[in-house]
């Protein structure tokens, strides 16, 4: 991988909770290159969004970023700058689009109002010219007659056309990195199938880093060129989206491929390949649930879910093993063959 843009190191978040602290995102250290979409796909409440929430610093107590932690920027820790300059940051350098427009967008302020206002936080800009640059930005992401959808309230327009407003409102500002968390969850399937697209086409023409975080392969598949899974607050594999979707070697990211309809990726990022659904085979599901955040099990902690599991991985926690030079998968059976050919072919990886 090239240098990197954005770079976290050891990310650990906790909350205190009445049933005692719960470790959210335990030891992430993650790298993100310019130009890539990588996807941080988990379970809910494997520690993916919270991870997102602290690169832009949006968390709130009881959460807490714990020392040590480091999330490296244009050669700045950003959980060591003020306040005042992290503000400077989150929208110019750094955008992020939420799941659920309109809990993020302000009912009683027009579309124009809400895009131009981040313009002026950011640049001296006048009116005028800000919302020039609202309406350009809306024209950017495909909202058709945007002049008059400027002048429009969200609850005027559809779920498509608000996710793409937030998409507008993200990108005005020719970020260097997106997050975007869940984009396309709310929407049909129809509609999402145009923000993906739209999606890759916009990271094509600007360049900029996508760190793209949800529970769906399908999605990955489409759009990424790497993939992070995450389980119990910890990144479990980590690989180019081919390699993962072909040779899979933990078995918690197995079991999430087994558990989606039949996917693979595109030829190559952005291909012309995608999902692929309603094919061959039964679905199956992994056992079990996530634990909860404050009861992490012991050594793996994927152990009491996992087919594989033996005595060890009840006791002893897997470091992450290169499997290559690109793959990484933090399971003991990266680092014993012979048990890993003994397995049956499900658990081995090569089932796709
Ligand atoms: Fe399963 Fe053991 Fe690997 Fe954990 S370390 S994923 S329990 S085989």
Redesign the pocket.
């Known amino acids: 991988m090239t240098e990197p843009l954005l770079s976290i190191r050891d990310l650990r978040v906790t909350f205190a909770t009445d049933g005692g602290v719960a470790r959210a995102v335990d030891g992430v250290s993650l790298d993100l290159a310019a130009g890539e979409i990588l996807g941080l796909v988990g379970e809910s409440g494997c520690g993916k969004s919270v991870t997102a929430m602290s690169v832009l610093r949006l968390l709130r107590p009881p959460a807490r970023i714990e020392p040590g932690s480091e999330i490296w920027l244009d050669g700045r820790d950003l959980l060591a700058l003020p306040e005042r300059a992290m503000r400077s940051i989150r929208g110019r350098r750094i955008a992020m689009v939420f799941q659920e427009p309109m809990t993020a967008l302000n009912p009683v302020l027009t579309i124009g109002h809400q895009i131009a206002e981040v313009v002026r936080v950011h640049e001296r800009a006048s009116r005028g010219a800000a919302r020039a640059r609202a309406v350009a930005a809306l024209e950017q992401v495909g909202v058709p007659d945007p002049d008059l959808r400027a002048r429009q309230y969200p609850h005027q327009l559809s779920g498509g056309t608000r996710q793409r407003v937030l998409l507008a409102m993200a990108l005005v500002l020719h970020p260097a990195v997106l997050i975007a968390d869940e984009p396309t969850t709310a929407l049909d399937v129809t509609v999402q199938a145009e923000l993906l697209a739209l999606l890759a086409d916009l990271q094509r023409r600007l360049g900029m880093a996508v760190l793209l975080i949800t529970h769906d392969l399908g999605v990955v598949a489409e759009l990424a060129s790497r993939v992070a899974v995450m389980y119990a607050g910890q990144l479990?594999e980590e690989a180019p989206v081919q390699e993962l979707f072909a040779r899979a070697r933990?078995?918690?990211t197995q079991g999430l491929l087994e558990a989606a309809p039949r996917l693979a990726p595109r030829d190559g990022p952005h291909g012309s390949g995608g999902r692929h659904g309603g094919g061959a085979g039964r679905l199956r599901v992994i056992p079990g649930t996530v634990p909860p955040a404050t009861a992490w099990p012991s050594?793996?902690?994927?152990?009491d879910r996992?087919s594989?599991?033996?005595d060890?991985?009840e006791r002893e926690a897997?470091p992450s093993h290169a499997v290559d030079a690109s793959h990484r998968a933090?399971?003991?059976?990266a680092a014993e063959p012979e048990r890993r050919a003994a397995l049956p072919v499900a658990l081995t990886g090569s089932v796709r």
């Open positions: 479990v933990h078995p918690y050594g793996c902690r994927f152990h996992c594989a599991a033996w060890r991985c897997p933090r399971c003991h059976l």
